[in-house]
């Protein structure tokens, strides 16, 4: 995969020491304070070969299994190359189910490939046996892979460590909109501004982030291409223009305007011709979300006389009407429907808390993910295991991750800025 | 305590305005995180030097008295409850200076905008912004300034004037601000 390049605005008289400085305090740890009840056990052995690259590569890999909470590790004993058959026995008196080994040797280019072998232990059965030509700075974007590799193998579902994260910085007087790597390493800011910039939505296949931003004075939604660093207005009519959110074929951007009165819902062609209303209430109606088929579109409105989420037929046509969602409580917000399309994530007050809420969308269960008072802006990952959102921890704000069960709890911070509006990007394919 | 303009005005004619403008009682308090002070701070006006002042050393019309002190359209913010979009008694004829202004000067622009306290969601307190900065404009545009010069935009939780979690720096955040042209 190519780097990506991203549109910086340095800091005028800032040197480049001291850009280098903030760039490495500004990152996001990752740090794990949950996991899951049944961590399946699973060696990372050492891999042979290109020592530091090796060393390097294995440890990443470690690194994004135990983050997700649904692995144990376990010590293989020594190093394993891919082509040697792994010490089942050994193994299975130290507990775990599949080990991993591999083995990096130089390519003739200056490039290395990396052979990598999964098996199962108790079966004593290859699971795979993958290979990667990459180069040194591409490390860690291999480690990530190999990463997704095990876990897609060993869980059935496919891994998000190499997908990136989206989210907005804000220190005195600045806001950054980054992007990282799903562990917060790699951050780059693709905007920053003096002004605030809210509610970024990554494009359907990654090279996109619509967003709104306030430098003009007022609320105006961008649509920014991450490789050239070129944006243009999607939306940018008389009034506030905000909350945008992407089609499932990634043509069209649901947007809140406010040209013809209150917040009313709009869809756009993302170049920002075509403008239509899609719903029409005599209140607010705002934070669309598309459902992962196109056909629907949830939102929040006060219609109903508080902040309720319901969801619209966008096939339909401008009459089709409007289907209540939530009914507890008096201020449920920001619906997120899955990436499976089955539940829906929101933000639910209850006792003045506001609380990341997950609900069947077939059974209506709901169900409180967490513990904390002030979070806001919900994000599913691409496979649908975590949900990314802001909190705040001593009046800080951060971001944490929950998985969708509850049970898997992640702290995303920066030292000595204010963190949110976290956006998961899609699967890298 | 009043803003001195009002000796100025017809006192008459007020009051029809503010009978069109129409003056409900606040919304319910709909919050249960927290008791909402009725009289935010912000709305103490500096009387003193305004006492002292000739009612003839400043045109109430002139572009001049938009930053004059002893003009009420120095003022500039209209505070709101929470959860609420209506415009208090206490603004009205606040109001009524700066729809009478900007009908005395067709060609000045003006933004007004709305802000929200920063519970809850970002994209909803836009929204509620928004309603707030769209009460400031009808009650603008009844008062003589033409649709062509407002333009009502909100800023949501993003700009507070107050960054305390609690009430007293809530009720400051809850907020219109009236902006001219070359002031955006």
Known sequence: MPAMKFHRLVLAGATGLALCSLAAHAQLTVEITGAGANRLPVAIADFTGERIVAQALASVVRADLERSGLFRLVDAGSPLADNATPPFEDLKTRGADAVAGGNVSAAADGRYETRVRLSDVPKQAVLGNPAYLHTGAQLRATAHRIADFIYEKLTGEPGVFSTRIAYVVKSTGRYELKIADADGSNDQAALASREPIISPAWSPDGGKLAYVSFEAKKPVVYVHDLASGRRHVAANFKGSNSAPAWSPDGKQLAVVLTKDGSSQLYIVNADGSGVMRVATSSGIDTEPRWSPDGQFVYFTSDRGGSPQIYRIAISGGAASPAERVTFEGSYNVTPRPSPDGKSLAFIARNNGRFQLALMDLATKQTQILTDSAKDESPSFAPNGRMILYATEIGGRGILAAVSSDGRVKQKLSVQAADVREPAWGPLVR | ?184
């Open chain 2, 1 to 184: 305590m009043r803003a001195p303009f009002i000796s100025l005005s017809s006192l008459a004619a007020l009051s029809v305005l503010l009978a069109a403008c129409g003056s409900q009682p606040p919304a319910p308090e709909q919050s249960p995180a927290g008791v909402e002070s009725r009289s935010p701070g912000a709305i103490k006006v500096d009387t003193a030097p305004i006492a002292q002042v000739q009612p003839e050393a400043f045109d109430p019309a002139s572009i001049a008295a938009l930053k004059d002190p002893r003009s009420p359209l120095s003022k500039r913010s209209i505070y709101f409850d929470y959860d609420s979009y209506v415009v208090k008694d206490e603004f009205q004829a606040l109001l009524v200076a700066h729809g009478k202004f900007l009908a005395a000067n067709p060609k000045m622009k003006m933004l007004i905008q709305g802000n929200a306290d920063e519970r809850g969601s970002r994209e909803y307190n836009l929204a509620l912004g928004q309603k707030r900065a769209d009460a400031v404009r009808k009650a603008l545009n009844l008062l003589g300034a033409k649709e062509t010069q407002l333009e009502a935009v909100s800023l949501g939780e993003e700009k507070p004037m107050c960054t305390e979690s609690g009430e007293e720096c809530w009720s400051k955040n809850r907020r219109g601000d009236m902006l001219y042209s070359g002031e955006f």
